[in-house]
């Protein structure tokens, strides 16, 4: 079992094996279930994520407040025309959290990974990087366990909520999840792996949970396009061979004190931060009068 990330590194090491093997050993223990069991329950998850990253890129998928939808549509055909600034792969991984967020805020199927208000991270880093390199169905499922192990540790060290610790614990985690996932998808060292997510989280260290009229859609949406992009790059980084100098785990510590220290108006209550702009206000007048 284990509790940090050192911990985890240590059996990884121990064992010659990956994070995704620790953890789906452990999962098998927890659930007195077979590894072909446990790996089929996370093709599931996978397919649903799937489905959800592609959904709003065919057709609009709109709120019932009406406050989203469309936007990952615009991104998938903005991509297409083949002249953008960062690329297509970046744009695709956009547009495809783009479209999980959407997907959730219309009240659709979504993998709650790390949670609901950031589950669009995750499907986009993972499915477009695996697209890259051309990897399987059975490397996606590795890289989602390893994303899961990576999950376990900071919901027990910290939090996943963003009404405990603000968008860093929501899109920062899930951004952390993310990248290192990729890392071991491509080939990297268990260490590389959370010195990604410790730069992931660094990151978003800090980041408020704002929601404008209390909905999962403003800001949330586009924090998860921008968290697909950052696990990316910090996975990138890692690979390179450039470590965190903060360790995951004090990095995960950093985080559960920043977000305890923050004042109640900027975790979720939409009591702060862009939620009480004039703008933010407004908006929220128009979502309840329901016009």
Known sequence: MYNKAYQLIELTNKNNCRICDIVIQNECKLTEKSEKEIRDVMGGILKVMMEASKKALEKEVCSISGLSGGDAKLQESYRKAGRTICGDIVNKA????????????????????????????????VITAAEVIGADEDAMIDALFTASGVGQIIAK??????????????????????????????????????DAAAMAIKSKLGLVCDPVAGLVEIPCIKRNATGAVEAMTCADIALAGVKSMIPFDEVVEAMFRVGKSMPMQLRETALGGLATTPTGLKLNEQVKSGK
Do not use: H, K
């Open 94 to 125: 956009i547009a495809r959290a783009m479209s999980c967020s959407e997907v959730n805020a219309a009240m659709g199927r979504i993998v709650a990974a790390p949670t609901a208000g950031a589950s669009g991270i995750i499907p986009a880093a």
């Open 157 to 194: 060290n910290a939090t996943l909520a963003g009404a405990e610790g603000g968008c860093q614990a929501e899109c920062g985690s899930g951004s952390a999840m993310a990248a290192a996932a990729l890392v071991e998808m491509y080939g990297g060292t268990p260490q590389m792996a959370f």
